[in-house]
């Protein structure tokens, strides 16, 4: 069975742009999460969705947001780029909430 | 709400000796327990859970945990590590709203 997959695995931006980050979780798993992991915070929720709803979301600004398909593919979109969003980006797949989550490689956004 | 602290940033320790790995949780409701270790330039990966029944958890690479109630820890242990187990390591708690807070992580360094 395929893992979950992520795109692009790096990314260079400057500071204003925005950015879309694509998530493919394992077949079957109904669950994406996102985390924002850097040196100094971390690993750190953004939001987790499930069935094309957003189930939780974490303190992060309005300019970072998601979404889910129906095929249970997610995105990420960050505007208004900051050089603080400098990070890996990881998404997570589940079956259900006490399931194994099982993680992506990973995206790692520079912003210049 | 959930929270978790990994006592130790780095633990270096020689090869073939023990490891403990720390982590103390804070929770009013019953909670799950995850580690996770990631390794270089990878996403995470799962290496065992507590979700109920046995406080001793056994998980992948020889690594086990205990759940302690009484203290709110879930401390990571190996009997003998060796050079591949570098890498850093993750505590994690999940609860009612199934939200995954991850600790800051423990870099664990093997010393030939």
């Known amino acids: 069975k395929a893992g979950v997959t992520q795109t692009p695995r790096y990314l260079i931006k400057t500071r204003g742009q925005q950015v879309t980050l694509s998530c493919s979780p394992i077949?079957?798993?109904?669950?994406v999460s996102w985390y924002q992991q850097t040196p100094g915070q971390g690993l750190q929720f953004l939001f987790e969705y499930f069935s094309e709803t957003q189930r939780n979301k974490g303190n992060f600004p309005g300019r970072f947001s998601g979404r889910q398909f129906s095929n249970s593919r997610s995105e990420m979109n960050v505007s208004t780029l900051e050089l603080g969003d400098s990070a890996l980006y990881l998404c997570?797949?589940?079956?259900?909430?006490?399931?194994?989550?099982?993680f992506g490689p990973g995206t790692r956004l520079t912003v210049l | 709400a959930q929270s978790v602290t990994q006592l130790d940033s780095q633990v270096p320790v020689f090869e073939e000796a023990p490891v403990e790995l720390r982590c103390n949780y804070s929770s009013s409701v019953s909670v799950y327990l995850f580690w996770y270790v990631q390794y270089p330039n990878q996403g995470l990966q799962l290496l065992l859970k507590?979700?109920?029944?046995?406080?001793l958890v056994k998980g992948i690479n020889g690594f086990e945990a205990e759940f302690n109630k009484s203290q709110t820890s879930f401390h990571l242990r190996k009997p003998s590590v060796h050079i591949s187990d570098t890498a850093e390591y993750f505590c994690a708690v999940s609860g009612p709203d199934d939200k995954i807070i991850f600790g800051k992580g423990t870099r664990l360094h093997i010393l030939p």
């Open positions: 997570a797949s589940r079956r259900g909430s006490t399931d194994t989550q099982y």
């Open positions: 077949s079957g798993h109904r669950s």
């Open positions: 507590y979700l109920s029944g046995s406080t």
